[in-house]
């Protein structure tokens, strides 16, 4: 199963850094959803694209997860030669991984 | 109980100005609010003001005073904004013309400086955090530097009888939470408060965002009528819960979800979210949807803020070059691939020598690259090629190359495109709060 089929996500972008959100649309899933997605495999994920750190941050209450990659966005908005300059696009790729 | 209803009327600064009017003619709002800085817009509004004095605030002011002062001012609702970028007192003066243009009167607009703080930041020659080095080791040429300021200082000039506020860089949480302060009281130490207020702020700071924007994904998330999204309100109490809604029949929707997109919208670790006013703790909030787009909101609560404003640093880093051109059809692919390999050759040849380069296959690996983007095979490609130099010559160098690709490239190639343009590049640091000093002045119409 595709991420994409239990969990919504928005990517927002802070300098160099992305934090993807990654939320079950049912709250039941959150645990499912917790287990699967690591820090370690979201970083490997993003290998050719985050240079850094991933950071996973929990929010039960609200059955989601909050990852902050570090070094992901090529310099940041203003800098990087990627045409999506916001890294806009990532939580996209994310929901593409399978569980 | 006491409740006010703020609206937010932008997101960022060229957002659409017809749900801003929906807002303050069919909202019943107490405030309507306009959240326009970037971190990039204000050292772009600095390097603006360099040239024309008059200028370096949004560009879109005056189309926005001009469709909702009239409104504004007939119904009371107050206006509070960062339009001001680079330059609000020459905001304040061209929303003070605009307003008798429009023959309004007894209107009392509010001017909130103090953000820029280029001079102590050079001077006293600050560490920048992601380069690691000081401003003078960095060898950079410094455009710009302003400081997140607070909420006070914007509810201050309310209290004051502002009905229109105009700041440069408030952060945009404070933005909102100014209005609370000063409607309900709130000191600037009643930390949960604060939190509350600024979790409320943070949700709405987006406009469009928590409606529905930014979230449509057909079939899984089908949201109505986009094409007249409206803007976000939230009910607020004076215990800081609130419930965020939209004018009835605008479109979009306000769900349980679009909110909880939006509170983790470009935020780090939930417990701990700065603002210059607060250290805000999202972890505890909880949403509940309490009738068709209404969503209460509650459980956030707040941490003594922290002894430093961040501050936004904008330097000159070089040019950026580009250059694209699109193949389609049988065997594009390929063909696209010899586009870019005749491209890098050509680097080698003319001895031009980047800082840095990326050559893109837009509709293949262009967004996320080869890994991720395996087995994708589209009909029709864009061959792009972008780096950074030093120098605006060899960036030029770039696009030129790709437009050659016409009559010396692969067969079929079509509608080059080629572009250079400055890096104005960002950078932060941290500032002795205590050292920054904000200003308010005030114009009457």
Redesign the interface.
Known sequence: MKL?EIA???T??????S?I?V?A?DIDDYETIKKSITAEKVKM?????VKGEV?R?E?P????L?F?MHSALG?????T????MHGK??SA?LM?MDI | MKKIRIGCGAGYGGDRIEPAVELAQKGDIDYLIFECL???TIAIGQKQKKQNPQSGFNEFLAARMKAVLPICAEKKIKIVTNMGSANPKAAAELTRDIAKELGLSHLKIAIVEGDDVYDIVVNNDLKL??MGTTISLSGKNIISANAYLGAEALAKALENGADIVIAGRAADPSLFLSTMMFEFGWQNDDWDKLGKGTAIGHLLECAG?ITGG??A?PK??DVPNLAKLGFPIAEVTQEGDAVITKVLDAGGYVTV?TC???????????DSYITPDVVAD??????KQIGKDCVEVS?ASGKPRTSTLKVSVGYS?GF?GEGEMSYAGPGAVERAKLALDIVKERLNICHILPQ???F?L?GIN???????SKDSAPYEVRA?V???FASKNEATFIGNEVETLYTNGPAGGGGAFKSVKE??????TLLDRNLVKTNISYLEV
């Open positions: 994409r919504h996500s928005r927002g972008d802070k300098g160099n850094i934090n959100s939320i649309y994920y993003f290998a050719d694209i950071i941050y929010l209450n609200l059955g989601a909050n902050v310099g940041g908005v203003t800098r030669l990627s045409h999506d696009g990532l790729a593409n | 970037a971190e990039r955090d992601e965002q930014y979230f994904d899984y998330r979800d909880k997109q939006q509170l983790l919208y470009e935020i780090h670790k939930p999202f972890s505890g909030i909880t949403f459980g880093d950026i840095e380069i990326r893109d837009i262009s967004l996320h690259g080869e890994r991720l792009r972008a780096a950074r890096v104005v590049a960002m950078d932060s």
